[in-house]
Every structure is written in structure tokens, then in C-alpha cells.
């Protein structure tokens, strides 16, 4: 079956590390830790398309929301799987990606839910499968 490509962006160290053991914990190894949102972009501004792109809803809304806006508009990646809460009161970056047309394969809280994870890694290797009908 074809690996996904995975982005992390994530800018605690920590969190990193378990996000991306989580990945490999469940068979996905092609996988890009982005601390930075200087980088991501650099990232998202080249030719190949990820698979998913792991985001932090703690991220600053209006980072969050040009983000948003450049991956709906160049349609850089294939998915979005979110990790955290939504800061209360603040804006939902998942709910706002859906209303851009952009597919969130999750939205998981910390501590991490496994199975959970797994379902949603297993879902775009299905989706991005040689073998898928689309």
C-alpha cells in the first residue's frame, strides 16, 4: 500500500516526538516534522501535494486562518487532521477548513486516542491507494 506523506506541524518539541512515534507506531513513516509556520509554507509552496497536514488547533487564529486560506487555495495537500482542543471562545480551525471545502480527517484531543489515530491514518491510505476507485 502507498505511505502517505505526512506533515507535523507542531511547534512543541514534545509533542512532536509523540506525534510523529504515533505515525510510526501505526505504520506511516514518511513523515516531515515543521516546526515553523515560515517552513510549512515553504513547504506547501512546492510542486508535490501531501497526504495530510497534522495541525495543533492551539495555533494562533490568525495564523490559523491564513493557513487555511493558502491550503484551500492551492490545493496543496489532500487532508487536514487536527490534534488539541480549540481554544474556547476562539475561532474552530477544523469547522473553518470544512466550510473551505477542505476534507479533516479528525479531530483528536490530547492525550492522543490511538485507535482513533489509526482510523484516520488508515483512511487516507485507503483514499490514496493505486487501487482506490475514485
Known amino acids: 500500500m502507498h505511505q502517505p506523506h505526512v506533515l507535523l506541524h507542531q511547534p512543541r518539541p514534545s509533542h512532536q516526538i509523540l506525534l510523529h512515534q504515533a ?6 513513516f514518511n513523515v516531515r516534522v515543521i516546526p515553523t509556520l515560515d517552513d510549512l509554507y515553504a513547504c506547501l509552496a512546492c510542486e508535490q501535494v501531501a497526504d495530510v497536514l497534522v495541525l495543533d488547533h ?13 491550503i484551500a487555495n492551492k490545493r496543496c ?22 466550510r473551505r471545502g477542505l476534507w479533516v480527517l479528525a479531530e483528536l484531543p490530547w492525550p492522543l486516542p490511538m485507535p482513533r489515530w489509526q482510523q484516520a491514518l488508515q483512511r487516507i491510505q485507503t483514499v490514496i491507494s493505486p487501487t482506490h476507485a475514485h
Do not use: K
Request: proline share 2%.
Open 23 to 28: 505515525c510510526n507506531a501505526v505504520g506511516v
Open 77 to 98: 495537500l489532500r487532508a487536514l487532521l487536527f490534534v488539541g482542543q480549540a481554544n474556547e471562545g476562539c475561532l474552530n480551525l477544523a469547522n473553518e477548513a470544512r
Open 58 to 70: 492551539a495555533i494562533a487564529p490568525e495564523s490559523g486562518m491564513a493557513l487555511l486560506e493558502q
